[in-house]
């Protein structure tokens, strides 16, 4: 996995954002490695991370990575190093995958000449007591996550993580999507006037109508003789 991840480019990005300007001994490699141990190993505590890297030390230093933190240095780490650093370390890998997705090119089990692109949003549960910032209901604190996927290769494409209780809808609305684009999205994203805008835009956009919408058939239309397609009636509407 470490291979999609440039050193050379790593060290670079953290002399432009000067990540270690006050580090003594704890590189932002040495940081990265043990963040990466805390996702994969499903970490859930800063003891966890540091024990778990104590326990294979010796392996540690084939990854750049001399000794193994301790919780106090990871913590101020975590607190005082650059964020930047980190956005520009993922710019970088989604680069590299998007450039691997091009090249790789091949069969899918879903072929469209438009572009295909999802958009959802995602609710993360958070502890209201550890992250009071994080405010969605009276006792329960949660952010959301936004993520635009580009079906070529299944690369996001963007993402934004905001308020719990920021819609849909307002972070929508700030994206911009070339013409013929395909988009596929779900209920939380049901508004007239935007959908106006991505007609305008000539961008299709495939979605459930709300349970309770009112609308009215103009006319119907043939239903391809084609079982599996699912298809069982296409008539154009009109919101009334």
Known sequence: MLKL?????????VKEHKAERHARGFTSWGQFMAMLFCQL???HSLREICGGLACCEGQLKHLGVPVAPKRSTLAYANEHRSWQLYQMVFEQTLFQCQELVRSQGGRKKFRFKNKLMSLDGSIIDLSVS???????????????????????GYVPSF????????????????????PGTILAIDRGYVDYEWFRELTQQEVYFVTRMKEKA?????????????????????PPIRSA
């Not at 991840?5 to 990005?13: K, Q, T, V, Y």
């Not at 992250?131 to 079906?151: E, Q, S």
């Not at 609308?215 to 296409?234: F, H, M, N, S, T």
Request: with cysteine.
């Open 159 to 178: 993402a934004v993580v905001t308020e719990g209780k920021t819609s849909e809808i307002k972070v929508a609305r700030t994206l911009r999507f070339d």
């Open 41 to 43: 190993g499903r970490a």
């Open 214 to 234: 009112v609308y009215e058939g103009k006319e119907e239309l043939q239903v391809p003789d084609k079982p599996r397609a699912g298809i069982r009636c296409r």
């Open 5 to 13: 991840f440039s050193r050379g480019d790593f060290e670079r990005a």
């Open 130 to 152: 550890m992250f009071d910032w994080a405010k969605y209901r009276r006792t329960k604190g949660a952010i959301k996550l936004h993520l635009l996927l580009d079906h070529d």
